[in-house]
């Protein structure tokens, strides 16, 4: 049997290849283990096994302090907690990100570090949801829907045209809490916010000037006006068409 041809380049290429895809790394999915609010910083499980040369599964290494890429510019942001098995793409970079992310100035690279997961960032996000048998999106159909996946807290946007023809444009703010779960001004906010043809109660002024009229009244004919002791004025009659509420 003829031995084989001596190929250098070609051996030099495949440990090349070889060394890489042992190596070298892109993006994964990964779902959080633990979060640091303070520093928008998580552990997280490769959802991806690694598959070496030699054929054997093996788990990747668990990323640690990665800095969660929340979304955010201009002053303005989304911010908001973690939880356990929220889904990430963890994205390993060209170089160390360590320096920027904890002072916010350029990094001078010390080691070659590059492409494995101690210099990844996570994106949060992504949906799971089985082809064979879909979980429906929280938002209904040509809605964007911001807010709780469940529904309990969200503002929900109609664009122009979406999600009927008819749609000119409007934005909604849901909330399940029967009491004083939609709040305006603040966590602390108390009052309750009038709507049209609510009840108007009358006022201390009122209230005095009813009893001085039914006073006049009944000194010329006693006992004709009573004043009685709940009595609503009115009710709201006008109100903004545009902001509307239950």
């Not at 793409?89 to 990094?107: F, K, L």
């Not at 048998?133 to 209904?140: L, Q, R, Y």
């Not at 946007?157 to 809490?177: F, H, I, K, T």
Request: net charge negative; with cysteine; proline share 9%.
């Amino acid at each position: 049997m003829p031995a084989e041809e001596v190929d250098l380049w070609r051996d030099v290429r495949r440990g090349a290849v070889r060394d890489i895809y042992q190596t070298f790394r892109v993006a994964l999915p990964g779902a959080v283990a633990s979060f640091a609010r303070d520093t928008a910083r998580a552990t997280l499980r490769l959802m991806v096994r690694f598959v070496g040369t030699d054929l054997k599964a093996r788990d990747e290494p668990t990323p640690v302090d990665v800095p969660v890429m929340q979304y955010a510019g201009g002053g303005y942001g989304a911010w908001f907690d973690m939880r356990p098995d929220d889904p990430t793409v963890v994205v390993c970079c060209d170089g160390p990100i360590r320096g920027y992310y904890e002072s916010g100035t350029p990094v001078t690279p010390v080691t070659g570090q590059s492409h494995d997961f101690g210099c990844s960032v996570a994106f949060p996000g992504g949906r799971i949801s089985n082809t064979d048998a879909p979980t429906p999106p929280p938002n209904n159909a040509g809605e964007m829907h911001l807010g709780a996946a469940d529904g309990t807290a969200a503002v929900i946007l109609r664009g122009a045209g979406l999600p009927s023809p008819d749609e000119l444009g409007s934005v909604v703010v849901a909330s399940a809490g029967p009491v004083a779960s939609l709040l305006l001004g603040g966590t602390a906010a108390t009052l309750g916010v009038a709507r049209l043809t609510d009840d108007v109660a009358p006022d201390a002024t009122w209230t005095a000037f009813a009893i001085a009229v039914a006073g006049f009244i009944n000194g010329l004919a006693p006992g004709s006006v009573v004043v009685p002791s709940a009595v609503k004025v009115g009710v709201i009659s006008t109100a903004s068409e545009k902001v509307v509420s239950e």
